[in-house]
């Protein structure tokens, strides 16, 4: 059984930056992309971007490139989300997710339980 | 970057009711790589649906997805309770991206 255990809620001030980490307990941890999606009260789902750790190279989206930089931590099987320069529309809950097939950035079959990012002032 | 865009942007059905849920794409998504999850309140999504018609470890066989392309449909057989939430369809032919949702409510 796979869980996806990620750190809790903060409040930052606007212009700094934030750091989420999510742990995956059970399954393997270096052949699956973990992702990272966030989620605006209120409205959809965005992908920012993720990380498959044996391979160690980020993907970010387009509209995240130069402020979000994500990480793998294989001894500790932690990947960690930091985004730079936060704006209030930057306030959302960010979730991992673990992919559900190898190697690649494909379907989501694991979720953590959301980590919520307020930003003000 | 492929668009989703989902109809309709809501449906109120009664339990026991089908319901069929619509996402377009912008361009073709190839191989069918087209998953569809649900959101209840406060909670993470659940991935139901995967290769657009692959249904995901203990989801009931009231859910099935179908469609190629860029067009792709999900349905629920006969809605339960628990099924009244909002779904949100994703491809990963290209970068991953979402449809903006379609939320089932109760009539």
């Known amino acids: 059984q796979v869980h996806l255990v990620q750190s809790g809620a903060e409040v930052k001030k606007p212009g700094s930056s934030v750091k989420v980490s999510c742990r995956t307990d059970?399954?393997?941890?270096?052949?699956?992309?973990i992702s990272w999606v966030r989620q605006a009260p209120g409205l959809g789902l965005e992908w920012m971007g993720g990380i498959v750790p044996i391979y160690d190279t980020p993907t970010y989206a387009q509209k995240f490139q130069g402020r979000v930089t994500i990480t793998a931590d294989a001894s500790t099987t932690t990947s960690y989300m930091e985004l730079s320069s936060l704006s209030s529309e930057d306030t959302a809950v960010y979730y991992c997710a673990r992919d559900g097939y190898t190697q690649g950035f494909f379907y989501f079959e694991y979720w953590g339980q959301g980590s919520l990012i307020t930003v003000s002032s | 970057e492929i668009v989703l865009t989902q109809s309709p942007d809501s449906l109120s059905l009664s339990p026991g009711e089908r319901a069929t849920l619509s996402c377009r794409a912008s361009q073709s998504v190839s191989s069918r790589y087209l998953a569809w999850y649900q959101q209840k309140p406060g909670q993470a999504p659940r991935l139901l649906i995967y290769n657009a018609a692959n249904r995901a470890t203990g989801i009931p066989d009231r859910f099935s997805g179908s469609g190629s392309g860029t067009d792709f449909t999900l349905t629920i057989g006969r809605l339960e309770p628990e099924d009244f939430a909002v779904y949100y369809c994703?491809?990963?032919?290209?970068?991953?991206?979402f449809g903006q949702g379609t939320k089932v409510e109760i009539k």
């Open positions: 059970g399954g393997s941890f270096s052949s699956y992309a």
């Open positions: 994703q491809q990963y032919s290209t970068s991953p991206t």
